[in-house]
Structure formats: structure tokens, C-alpha cells
């Protein structure tokens, strides 16, 4: 059934308009059936996915593009991420891009006409021994020298901007100082996944949810279609953006990736009262915190130390978890965790992304995020959208290739990963 | 939790060992720096039986052949490498 009603502009006359009226709203994003053909079919409706058929539709023109997502749209890593955007990585590639990302953020609530709550409360990753201090040092100057807002602060500066942690010296591992992020924070991660969404199905992008990829043909080396749960598609074109499962995606095309599937826990508390503006992180202590607008903290660790598809939360974790966050912040101790979940990261052995072409030609990977897909998302989109479009690997992707690894030529984000892997 | 049964030390924590990986046939000592890589880096990373390699590292510190499915994380067998008991 094809809905063809126009989608409306979001605005506050239209609120009013509606509230008025008693209308219903029209549907986000329309359904389609699936067409025989498409230019471009990317598969897995996340973020990523999304953003990349949002950019090809209005940087590039190309709109007979479908999104094909085997569950619902964000059901994965765009849903179970601690929605934090930040820029400030070690490395200058590393900088550059996300940086990129922060700003594609700052007025993609505007550009999308959706509200993608970006709060820009200032990102702290605090530092509890002397060699972390130094690497935050360092993690400034490469951050200054790219003209990103980054700075070390010491324990009365982290008090006063987070009066909640305990700066004092009865912690195991006292904090020693912090790098200040100003422009990073928080987005409503399932608004950028709409967002992006009802954007790309405004151009005329085709989304299609509860169709999964049974089977990629590829002919003399090349793609042709693509066999889904709801039929076959001829398509020379086939983009790989489905995170923890892109090894078995890609298998499909014939395509091996240096990727492993681990899942990353998260939990959330009950909600309260603002105690704590910045997004803080301590990677000694293997936890990032943030409140989110609704008052729950949100908390990530680590990955899991061994690989898995499974995403069951386990008591260790919440144990552990606790344990860490008590030390940061000891005045949590009577709040109740409401749930935990995990997602599955599709981890590189360099920590960084792979992304752009790969030895089947017209197969395309989005892939290899690991724990920091979602702040990547946007400029992630953009650039696979330009590469598609122009066929010529942007500057700004070009040290994510896949076949780094094949040269031995491997970035080295791990170090400005949030917490220790 | 995920428990191993060690041939050695009988049922313990997965927080015990250390994981290792899916086991990768070694190239030989003569290969091409390419072969080198694509062992080091290359995954199937199946969902679904994996044979895997473990050490116990806070037990008897031995290299353990696992064989785990990936998705429930159910594990079908233990030996030691250099044994072969079950």
C-alpha cells in the first residue's frame, strides 16, 4: 500500500494547526512496495544507512535509491548507543572527520526540519594517573592544531562544571585533571534515525523495513542485484552499513572484513532531578555518564572481552558498572538502574572505521565503527554519498580504506577510543 | 555469565581466561608479508559455531580449543591444544 500524502513541514503553526484540527499527523515516512530496480540499494536502516540515502538524494540527485533494514529502522547500534557526539580523537584524520560530523550535527536539526535535541553540554574525560594526563595533553594540541575547541583542566575546574563527581583524594584513583570538550554532547539518538528518515522519503528515497538480504549476486566480479525476503532487486550499486552483522552482509558479496562482532552493554537509571550537565568519561574506570533530558543517567562501559551476536545484558556488567560509577559518583548510591541492553559493535583492529570500496566492484562498506558509530554518522553519510555520486574516494575517508590492512598500513585511533578495549 | 568447563580445573568464569580468538590456519614461515595480514586480520567472525582459542589465565594457564556458538553463547566442547582430551 503506497501512502502518497504529502508529508508536512514540522513548524509551530503547523503544531497549532493540528492540535486545533484534531488531525492526524501524516506517517513519518511513507511505505513502499519493493520496485524490481534501484540506482543504489543500501542495506541496514540505521543512521548510517539513512544519512548515506539522505546525502545521495540531496547532495548528488540520486533519489531511485531503496534502504532495505530486515527489522525496524535504528533497531540496532542507531538505537542502543549513549547518543555522544564528540570531535576530540588522537589522531589528525581522526580529528578532522569527526569534527566534520559536529558541525554536520549542529544544524542537522534544522536541515532534517526534525528536532534531533543536540545538546552541546561539553564533553570531560577525566584522567586518574599522570600518563593519561599526558595523553590528554596530547589529545589538546593535535585537537588546537585542527581548530577544535580542547582544553586540560584541572580537579577545581571539573568540580565546578560537574559538581556531583568527587574530586577528593578518597578514590582508589583520584581524579588528576580532565580534557574539556566544549562542543561535544548529546543527540536524541532515535530523532536523527527519523530524522534522516522522513528526509531521505521526502526526496523519494524508498525505505523498506521488515525485508532482509538473503543474498547479494555478483557477475565477472561485479554486482547486479540484491535477493531480499520480499523479492529480487537489479542494482549495480549495494552499500554495507549494518555494523555488528557486516561481516556476514558482506560474506554475502563474496567480501572478508578484518571485523569482529562484540557487544557493548548500557544501562539507564530512574529519572531525577538535573545533577549532571557534561558528558563525562573515565577511561580508567571503563564508564561514560551522561542525564538526559527525561532526567535517567545513561551509562556505557567497555566492549565485551569476547566476541558474540548475543545481546543479553549480564550481572557482571551491572555489578561492575556500579561499582565504577559509585567511585565517580559516590552520591548516586541509593538510585535504582532501570534496564540494561546491549549493542553489537563491529570492531577493527586498528579501532578505525572501514569505509569506501572494496574488490567487488559496485559493493560498497560503511562498516568497522566499533563503539563510535553513531557521533559518526552524519559525515560517515556524506562522504559515502560523495563517493558514490563522483566514484573518486574523498580526501577525508581516504586513510579508512579497506585495503590498509592487505598494505599493512593501519590508523591508530585506539587511543582516543572513549574507554579502554 | 558464560562458564568453561577447563579440562584441568573443571567449571569456571569466563573472567578467568583470556579470549583468543577464532582459531585461523598459520601460514607457513615462507608466506608473503599478504598472507601474514590477512591471517592477522582477516575474520569469518560467523554467527554461529565458532571454533575458538581461550587461555586460562587465571587457572592453569593453558591454551584451550573451545567450540562456542556465537549467537547463544552455548559452548559444545573444551580440550587443551597440545592434549586433545575432551
Known sequence: MTNRRHIARYSAFSLIKQSLTGQRWSRVWRHHDLKPSYDVVIVGGGVHGLATAYYLARNHGITNVAVIEKSYLGSGGSGRNTAIVRSNYLTPEGSAFYDRSVKLYEHLADELNFN????????????????SLRTMQWRAEVNRMAGIDSEVIGPPDVKRLAPAIDVSSRPRYPILGALWHPPGGIVRHDAVVWGYARAADRLGVHIHQQTEVTAIDVTAGAVTGVHTSGGRISTPVVVNCTAGWS???????????????????AAVTEPVQPILNPVVVSGSLHVYLSQTARGELVFGASVDPFNSYST??????AEGLAGHVLELMPSLSNMRLLRQWSGLCDMTPDFGPIIGMTPVAGFYVDVGWG??????????????????????????????????????????????????? | MLLIHCPHCGPRNADEFSFGGELVPRPGPDSEPESWRDYLYTKENLAGWEREQWFHLSGCRRFL?????????????????TKGTA
Open chain 2, 65 to 81: 580449543e573451545v567450540e562456542r556458538h556465537t549467537i547463544t553463547n552455548e559452548i559444545h566442547s573444551v580440550r587443551d591444544v
Open chain 1, 247 to 265: 561481516s556476514l552482509v558482506s560474506a554475502l558479496a563474496g567480501v572478508r572484513l578484518p571485523i569482529t562482532t562484540r557487544p557493548l552493554q
Open chain 1, 371 to 421: 563503539t563510535y558509530g553513531f557521533k559518526a554518522a552524519p559525515v560517515a553519510g556524506e562522504q559515502t554519498a560523495q563517493l558514490l555520486a563522483t566514484g573518486v574516494v574523498p580526501d577525508l575517508i581516504a586513510p579508512f580504506s579497506l585495503d590498509r590492512f592487505a598494505r599493512g598500513d593501519l590508523t591508530a585511533e585506539k587511543g582516543a577510543a572513549a574507554v579502554g578495549h
Open chain 1, 312 to 317: 543479553r545484558g549480564s550481572l557482571e556488567f
Open chain 1, 116 to 131: 534531533v535535541m543536540f545538546e552541546q553540554r561539553g564533553h570531560m574525560t577525566l584522567a586518574h594517573s599522570d600518563s
